[in-house]
Every structure is written in structure tokens, then in C-alpha cells.
């Protein structure tokens, strides 16, 4: 069975919205706002290696597919089983990529994957998974940066009240804090 990791690049604050790019009015916020440090981002390239596949929301995929495919850095994900949970998507042009039309569909696909499934941004979906007691793990780098308002990952708009394990942190010279969550079961 397969273990559903949401990876979240957050502020202060708890917004996720437009961390590297995008429609927020501070996009770019992660490395416009804090100094690169390299050692912080370690998690990321576990977590490619670890992958197994990688599921995210319909805007996420129409954001990372005419990018990702070029960047070498991603050259895992790009191999990888993609999934885009999406009402509307069709035939999906990213290599590897399958589309998902419902939560009760990302069940199932837990069942069937023998490894990490990962979910990259996609707020929207997440709070979905929450909600539908799908998450495994947070992985979680905390930027030092208020931004007020934008998409959040926690938010009012629903009662997913969960303990969360802290099994892993650290703190970096730039002021971010990687925090790793397990959903406690």
C-alpha cells in the first residue's frame, strides 16, 4: 500500500500559494524572500529518489507540465507514474501522466502503488485528501516570511482535525525550518 506524502513550501503564516512562481502578488516568495541556503532543500531530493509516483491537482499539473519535463533535476519525476486528480483534464500531455476523477479513485490508487506517492503543491487537493483521511506524512520547509493572505494548506473551510507525529526537523541558517509530520492512526 502506498504512503501518501503532501511536500508543502510554507510561510510563517501557513500560505503555500505561488512559492516559485505565479498569479500571487509575492510569487517567488521563497527565493526572492530568504537567502538559498542548499543543505535546506535536501529533503527535496529525497524525496524524488524515494517517489514512486507523483499525484497533484489539475492547476499544479497545468503549471509544472511545460516545465518540469525540460529540467533535469526532475529527471525521476519526468519517468515517474503521474496522476492529476481533475473533473476536467483531458489527455494529459505530461509522459506517464493519468488522470483521477475523484478522491474514492486516489483510494484506490493507494492500494496499487507499492511506495511514497508525493503531492507537490496542489493546496486545493490537499485539503481534499485531509478531509478524506488520505494523507500519510507532511513534509513541510517553513519559510521565515509572512505573506497575509493567498492559498493556505490548513485553513477554516473544513474539520479535519488530525494529531500529527513530528518525526523529523531541523532548523537552517536562513531561518527555514524543515518540520516532517506523520498523521498519528
Do not use: C
Request: hydrophobic share 40%; charged share 25%.
Amino acid at each position: 500500500m502506498g504512503q501518501l506524502i503532501i511536500t508543502e513550501f510554507t510561510t510563517l503564516d501557513g500560505v503555500v500559494d505561488s512559492p516559485g512562481g505565479g498569479p500571487h502578488p509575492h510569487a517567488g516568495w521563497t527565493f526572492q524572500q530568504v537567502e538559498f541556503d542548499e543543505t535546506a532543500y535536501e529533503i527535496k531530493d529525497r524525496e524524488q529518489q524515494e517517489a514512486a509516483a507523483m499525484l497533484m491537482g489539475r492547476v499544479s499539473y497545468e503549471e509544472f507540465a511545460p516545465v518540469w519535463p525540460s529540467m533535469e533535476e526532475f529527471a525521476e519525476y519526468n519517468a515517474m507514474p503521474k496522476y492529476v486528480v481533475s473533473s476536467t483534464l483531458e489527455n494529459p500531455a505530461w509522459h506517464n501522466t493519468s488522470v483521477l476523477r475523484s478522491l474514492d479513485e486516489v483510494a484506490r490508487l493507494k492500494e496499487t502503488v507499492d511506495g511514497t506517492i508525493l503531492v507537490h503543491g496542489s493546496a486545493t487537493l490537499a485539503k481534499g485528501l485531509a478531509a478524506a483521511d488520505l494523507v500519510d506524512r507532511y513534509h513541510l520547509l517553513i519559510f521565515p516570511v509572512l505573506l497575509g493572505a493567498g492559498r493556505r494548506l490548513f485553513d477554516d473551510t473544513a474539520d479535519t482535525l488530525r494529531k500529527l507525529d513530528l518525526v523529523e526537523h531541523q532548523a537552517y541558517a536562513n531561518g527555514v525550518v524543515k518540520a516532517v509530520y506523520d498523521v498519528a492512526r
